[in-house]
Nanobody
């Protein structure tokens, strides 16, 4: 079973930046794709960014493309989400997850995963 610990959230002003971190343990980190998801109040959880096991392939939802960057440091078992030009619409709880299959290039929809970490809250205000 993977263990996931997200951090780096907090309050931020509109137009500001944050970098989220997620440390995963329980599997060989470097062999698995990782992804970031978020859930805003009253909305379903959505997939926003994924990165392949090698780091060579990434995916971004249209809502964050050009503003968010996902990256990974396999030596630290950590995946990051750099978030720039934040707006109120980015206010949500942010979660990471790991593809249970090895050597995958992306992540499925949130319903594909049974286990989640505690998440980290991002609140954007003017």
């Amino acid at each position: 079973q993977v263990q996931l610990v997200e951090s780096g959230g907090g309050p931020v002003q509109t137009g500001g930046s944050l970098r989220l971190s997620c440390t995963a343990s329980g599997r060989t980190f470097s062999s698995h794709a990782m992804g970031w998801f978020r859930q805003a109040p009253g909305k379903a959880r959505e997939r926003i960014a994924t990165i392949s096991w090698s780091g060579g392939s990434t995916y971004y939802a249209d809502s964050v493309k050009g503003r968010f960057t996902i990256s990974r440091d396999n030596a630290k078992n950590t995946v990051y989400l750099q978030m720039n030009r934040l707006s109120a619409e980015d206010t949500a709880a942010y979660y990471c997850n790991q593809d249970p299959e090895e050597y995958g290039v992306g992540m499925g929809q949130p319903s594909a995963y049974d286990y989640w970490g505690q998440g980290t809250q991002v609140t954007v205000s003017s």
